[in-house]
């Protein structure tokens, strides 16, 4: 195994997050997160491993200056981890779209440039901003090789009948509308950690992972190879989510414009920020925490929120098993799946049908992968937190 730092960089329209890990030994050296990029109240918060964290209030006018701001705390001589740039080998940037064209992580070239670039349009919030960084940071590490890792790549194995919508071909010829899937390095990541502790080779398996986060998507890999994904052109479709709906019958759109005397584009608004367990909780919280705490005192609210979220994605996973005729092992991921033992059970309450049964013991212990299926549970149900840094440093390095 290769021995360079890797910086990974996850940039959204005002933010950056960071991590530098090392290649061989996989340890976070240091990490930490620019917040309000180019608007007022800028803040880098940064985290050097066994080290204290420091907050800095400062402007950052761009993402050029939120990357000269991280690459000098890196470096910096009292409280950086690297004395200079040189001992960065490589930076692995997290890029949410990348169409059909890339069905796997690349080295950035130009060309790499303009097909991202050609993305836009499906990921318009997320790819301009990844652009941006990437440019902020080939300014200022000219020579440093870097590699773009994507949320869609992992699903691109998925046949045709589970991208295609049911609408005009055309519109799939003519714009590409069809499912792509994200989360897609946690969703590989976590069914190869899975294979990994199962001891079983990763193309035997017939694996579920759910990804539930404030964003949450679900997915089917069989063989090896993704099969289907719950989100689709964008990241709305699926499952119930902090504040995003999830699926709906599209004609509510229209009617609730109607109605309320609103454009669609408000209304999609409505759908992305104030619907998911938000909305369903009558606007009480999007929080987990909060909604088991109020769950557990009873309230009607907390406890039909749960419900459908729980219910929605025990559906996902029938409608996986159907779709690889069976599963073998069903993943727990991400901000709820990884803490919240009480919505692990709630879904396993519907899957009698798989032969599963909790080890509610084993159920309650986190931060760690743990098999939380009793032995004599006949389909496996593993937690294992994700880990998308190290996962995008890896890739990074391979291609190096
Ligand atoms: P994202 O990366 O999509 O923003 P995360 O994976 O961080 O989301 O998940 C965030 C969600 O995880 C929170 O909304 C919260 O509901 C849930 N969560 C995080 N920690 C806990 C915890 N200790 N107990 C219960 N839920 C938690």
Same mark, same amino acid.
């Given at each position: ?127 301009? =901003? ?13 020579? %440093? ?148 705490? =109020? ?38 991921? =991400? ?7 009480? %919505? ?29 299926? %009793? ?26």
């Amino acid at each position: 195994m290769k021995d360079i730092n890797v910086l990974v960089i996850n940039c959204g329209s005002s933010s950056l997050k960071f991590q530098l890990i090392n290649s061989k030994s996989e340890e976070v050296i240091a990490k930490g997160l620019c917040e309000r990029i180019g608007i007022e109240g800028g803040k880098m918060t940064y985290s050097p491993a066994g080290g204290e964290k420091k907050e800095t209030v400062t402007p950052m006018k761009n993402h050029t200056q939120a990357v000269g701001l991280v690459l000098d705390t890196l470096t910096d001589a009292e409280i950086g981890v690297v004395k200079s740039l040189d001992e960065i080998g490589a930076v692995g940037h997290r890029i949410v779209h990348g169409g059909e064209d890339f069905a796997s992580s690349t080295i950035i070239t130009q060309e790499v440039i303009k097909a991202i670039e050609k993305c836009n349009d499906l990921a318009p919030l997320h790819n301009p =901003a990844n652009l941006i960084g990437i440019r902020a940071c080939m300014e200022l590490m000219p020579k %440093t090789p870097m590699a773009a890792v994507f949320d869609t790549a992992f699903h691109q194995t998925m046949p045709e009948e589970a991208y295609l919508y049911g609408i005009p071909y055309r519109y799939y010829e003519d714009y590409k509308i069809r499912r792509y899937g994200f989360h897609g390095t946690s969703h590989s990541y976590v069914s190869h950690r899975a294979a990994e502790l199962l001891k079983r080779e990763y193309e035997d398996l017939k694996i579920i992972v759910c990804h539930l986060g404030n964003g949450a998507s679900i997915s089917a890999i069989k063989n090896g190879r993704c099969v289907d994904t719950s989100m689709g052109l964008t990241p709305l479709e699926g499952l119930i989510m902090g504040t995003r709906s999830g699926d709906l019958d599209p004609a509510i759109i229209e009617f609730l414009c109607n109605k309320e005397g609103k454009s669609v584009n408000e209304i999609l608004n409505v759908l992305n920020k104030e619907s998911g367990v938000l909305g369903l909780s009558g606007g009480f919280s999007s929080d987990f925490r909060d909604l088991e705490k =109020a769950y557990r005192a009873g309230d009607p609210a907390a406890i039909r929120t749960m419900k459908a979220f729980a219910y929605r994605v025990a559906k996902y996973v029938g409608a996986y098993t159907a779709a690889m005729n069976g599963v073998d092992v069903i993943c727990f991921t =991400a901000g709820i799946g990884e803490n919240n033992p009480l %919505t692990r059970t709630m879904v396993a309450s519907h899957l009698g049908y798989l032969g599963i049964e909790l080890d509610e013991e084993a159920n309650a212990i986190r931060g760690e992968d743990v098999l939380i299926s %009793t032995p004599e549970s006949r389909t496996k149900v593993f937690v294992i937190p994700t880990n998308e840094e190290l996962a995008i440093a890896r890739e990074t390095v391979a291609l190096i």
